[in-house]
């Protein structure tokens, strides 16, 4: 065992910067090296002083930790017997008076190595130094002192060393408040992170590694680089989370333009909205929504939820949850960190947390100053939103907008491409089909001129023949009854179309109806050789329409019918009762009709197959009227096929009139006829000769009594004379014309009863208006069709 003295002229001549310690707890020094005394500005007088007496920390350093740090490394070489590295540490000198006193800042890396007695005690403590303490370490420590990173080192055992002062402020820490810690008990969040396992890696391989990584339990993103150092591992780390946000708020406003690009539905905009910003900002519950400026009421189609979280998606009065929508009507953004502390939302806190909201952003759309739309961001937590979250929302509510508004136009201008396109197809439908009308019409209205004009030549070949006259008259008058038929139909087509033809309902039985129809259609039905079979039910089914117009109604059906089936076919009618309707079934077994084509052949000019030789002689007219004429009356028609070369049926449908008691009209007004019809007293009034007395031959024919005046004056004074049932007045004769002589004839007491009728060359309404007003009861368009003038008459009860 050395002396004291011994020690010290020992040390004194030893190289080396060291000093001798006790170990006892003042750390007395009980020798010091040339070098030390020297580099510490201390003389031999420092021996057998305590060490901390000589170097006081330095009162003027924030957390001079430098002699507790010590004086644990000494306490440990102590407990333990191992030599103690400490890391690089602060700890100032005194500076002589003689140089101006106060302290040098110093900077360390001791070694504190124990030595031993015999009997195996610690003996002293042999502090070195002399490694550490050198001007390079010193401008090292100042360079890790400056820069903007954090650093510290843990030694082997997990022990932070050194710590510089940005690692302080980045942890939020006091500065020497890591001093010995063990890290995984400092940040026991770290265990099994990234930040574990790459420590673990460079301690053991000692090779470096850097990696940037979420510590949750700060929420925060760290950007780190571990070496290997002496005493175990250096570690620089920066705090990344700012940067870290932005990248990613720049990255999902990339990915949200991209997938508003692609969305197409308004609505669906804002749900992609929602969803971009709820999955980046880790909010609960996030909606794009139309708001009512007045009401503050919020619509929204459909926003992102957390799972768990309840959806708002629908209507939701906003002014129920606090008063800010003056300030979003205004067009300022709020952020609310939370409700339950700012004003403008405590008072509806509980109402905001039943839904999930602890915080939320709001940012308001404007449209010409009035608020028209409202991003919102909830979340079920305090959330401190930082004004780059805001500014984020913003962007994106900015951008979801845009494409709302986008979607909306694009929405508007596909519907109205849409309409476009529709009306285009069916203008150039109707066109084409108009075309072909065109082409039939020249066809048709040609057809028949064309064997007249040879029965006019044969007849003046044939004069003398009788029976060859009398077929060629035939002939002539089928081909005009034809010609007569397709200009009438498209007279009533042109009245149909403008929605102008009037109509005059009466109470009206069926079966009279049926009869004068087949009346009519006798003559096709008759020549093509169809068996006809009638059903007709017990009781009188009583209809309110227009008895002329139902009776053009079934003998177009009957004509169809007789045309579009092979001679020798069945055709039927049959009537009957269903519920409060009356059906009318025209029935055949022709070459039926396409199933395709059932509701098409009611469109105007529509026919099944233009070509088809057989079946010529219409315009596709027909039924557009039937149907139309049905439609006007209260009524319905439809057709009904099996197919090609089963049959066809046409069905009308008419509501049945009251009973007619309730109608309160006389029965005299049904028209139907139980005898035979009456013989009339028929005054015929037309200054063309030729027409008048045909005319007269017909009705005399038909079992009337009838005398013919050649101007209106001649007509008035033979209505006194002849007390006529019926008078048929042309309306274009001299003297008094037709008009004239009927407002005459009306205002004479036995005039009042008489079946009045007009002729005439024209059939537009403005004519049938002038008929009617100067008291006229029909206008028959020239040339007469004398079956109907017949049902007409017949249908007129008899002035007595
Ligand atoms: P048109 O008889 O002048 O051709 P319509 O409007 O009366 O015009 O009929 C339209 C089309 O409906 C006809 O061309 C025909 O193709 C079809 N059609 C009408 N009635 C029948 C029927 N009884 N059987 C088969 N096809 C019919």
């Known amino acids: 065992?050395?002396?004291?003295?011994?020690?010290?002229?020992?040390?004194?001549?030893?190289?080396?910067?060291f000093a001798v310690l006790a170990t006892d707890p003042d750390h007395t020094i009980l020798a010091a090296s040339a070098d030390y005394l020297r580099t510490t500005h201390t003389d031999e007088s420092i021996v057998g002083r305590p060490l901390f007496e000589v170097f006081p920390d330095n009162p003027s350093v924030d957390d001079p930790a430098g002699s507790r740090l010590l004086r644990a490394s000494l306490a440990r070489v102590i407990a333990t017997g191992q030599p103690d590295r400490m890391p690089l540490v602060r700890h100032d000198v005194p500076r002589p008076a003689s140089e101006g006193?106060?302290?040098?800042?110093?900077?360390?890396?001791?070694?504190?190595?124990?030595?031993?007695?015999?009997?195996?005690?610690?003996?002293?403590?042999?502090h070195r130094v002399e490694e550490s303490t050198g001007q390079s370490s010193r401008s090292a420590v100042e360079i890790l002192e400056s820069i903007t990173e954090g650093f510290f080192t843990l030694d082997r055992q997990w022990r932070f060393g050194y710590v510089n002062a940005e690692a302080h402020r980045i942890l939020g820490v006091a500065p020497g408040a890591l001093a010995e810690r063990v890290?995984?008990?400092?940040?026991?969040?770290?265990?099994?992170?990234?930040?574990?396992?790459?420590?673990?890696?460079?301690?053991?391989?000692?090779?470096?590694?850097?990696?940037t990584a979420h510590y949750a339990e700060q929420a925060r993103w760290y950007e780190v680089t571990v070496f290997p150092a002496p005493e175990g591992i250096a570690v620089y780390f920066r705090n990344?989370?700012?940067?870290?946000?932005?990248?990613?708020?720049?990255?999902?406003?990339?990915?949200?333009?991209?997938?508003?690009?692609?969305?197409?539905?308004?609505?669906?905009?804002?749900?992609?909205?929602?969803?971009?910003?709820?999955?980046?900002?880790?909010?609960?519950?996030?909606?794009?929504g139309t708001v009512d400026h007045d009401s503050g009421m919020l619509f929204v189609d459909r926003d992102w939820v957390?799972?768990?979280?309840e959806s708002l998606s629908g209507v939701t009065p906003l002014l129920a949850y606090g008063t800010f929508m003056d300030t979003l009507r205004r067009g300022e953004s709020m952020a609310i960190p939370d409700v339950r502390e700012d004003p403008r939302t405590a008072d509806a806190a509980a109402a905001l947390e039943e839904k999930h909201v602890r915080s939320f952003v709001n940012v308001p759309v404007l449209e010409q100053g009035r608020l028209v739309a409202l991003l919102f961001v909830n979340d079920d937590k305090v959330h401190a939103w930082t004004p780059d979250e805001v500014r984020f929302i913003q962007e994106a509510a900015a951008r979801t907008r845009t494409a709302v508004e986008r979607g909306t136009a694009e929405a508007v201008l596909r519907a109205s491409e849409d309409r476009y396109r529709r009306l285009n197809e069916a203008l150039s439908e109707a066109d084409r089909m108009k075309d072909q009308f065109l082409a039939t019409l020249a066809h048709e209205l040609r057809n028949p001129l064309a064997p007249i004009r040879n029965a006019l030549k044969i007849q003046a070949l044939a004069a003398n023949d009788p029976g060859t006259i009398a077929r060629m008259r035939e002939l002539m008058e089928r081909q005009v009854v034809q010609m007569v038929r397709l200009i009438d139909d498209l007279l009533d087509l042109s009245r149909l179309s403008r929605g102008l033809v009037e109509l005059r309902p009466e109470r009206i039985s069926l079966a009279p109806v049926v009869e004068l129809a087949l009346e009519a259609s006798r003559p096709a039905i008759e020549q093509a050789s169809h068996e006809l079979s009638l059903q007709l039910p017990d009781e009188d089914l009583f209809v309110t329409a227009d008895r002329v117009r139902l009776v053009q109604v079934v003998t177009n059906l009957l004509n169809n019918a007789a045309k579009f089936t092979p001679a020798g076919g069945q055709l039927g009618i049959r009537v009957e009762r269903s519920g409060d309707r009356a059906l009318l079934r025209v029935s055949d077994n022709g070459i039926g009709i396409r199933a395709d084509m059932i509701d098409r052949i009611f469109n105007m000019f529509e026919q099944v197959d233009r070509s088809n030789a057989k079946v010529s002689g219409g315009l596709g007219i027909g039924l557009t009227l039937v149907r139309q004429l049905v439609q006007a009356q209260g009524g319905s028609v439809h057709a009904e096929s099996a197919g090609l070369g089963t049959g066809s049926a046409f069905v009308v449908s008419l509501p049945l009139a009251p009973a007619a008691a309730e109608a309160g009209e006389p029965q005299a007004a049904d028209g139907r006829r139980t005898d035979a019809p009456a013989r009339r007293r028929i005054l015929i009034a037309d200054d063309n000769a030729d027409a008048a007395s045909s005319l007269a031959m017909f009705l005399e024919m038909a079992g009337h009594q009838a005398r013919i005046a050649t101007d209106g004056a001649q007509a008035l004074a033979l209505f006194d004379e002849l007390q006529p049932d019926v008078a048929l007045l042309d309306i274009a004769m001299p003297v008094v014309d037709g008009l004239a002589a009927a407002r005459a004839l009306?205002?004479?007491?036995?005039g009042r009863r008489l079946l009045l009728l007009a002729l005439s060359g024209f059939g537009q309404d403005a004519d049938r208006q002038r008929s009617a007003d100067a008291g006229f009861d029909a206008h028959l368009v020239k040339p007469v069709d004398l079956a109907r003038l017949q049902a007409i008459i017949d249908a007129h009860p008899r002035a007595g």
């Open 1 to 17: 065992m050395l002396h004291r003295a011994d020690i010290q002229r020992l040390a004194r001549v030893s190289p080396g910067t």
């Open 101 to 126: 006193g106060g302290f040098e800042e110093r900077h360390w890396s001791p070694w504190n190595i124990p030595v031993f007695a015999e009997d195996g005690r610690i003996d002293y403590i042999l």
């Open 183 to 211: 890290i995984w008990e400092a940040y026991p969040g770290l265990e099994h992170t990234p930040f574990w396992r790459s420590y673990h890696q460079t301690m053991a391989s000692r090779t470096k590694s850097s990696f």
């Open 240 to 288: 990344v989370t700012e940067h870290k946000l932005l990248e990613t708020q720049r990255e999902a406003l990339a990915d949200l333009s991209e997938l508003l690009g692609n969305a197409r539905e308004p609505g669906q905009a804002g749900y992609v909205g929602a969803v971009v910003l709820g999955t980046t900002l880790h909010a609960s519950r996030v909606g794009y």
């Open 306 to 309: 957390r799972p768990g979280v």
């Open 746 to 750: 009306r205002s004479r007491p036995a």
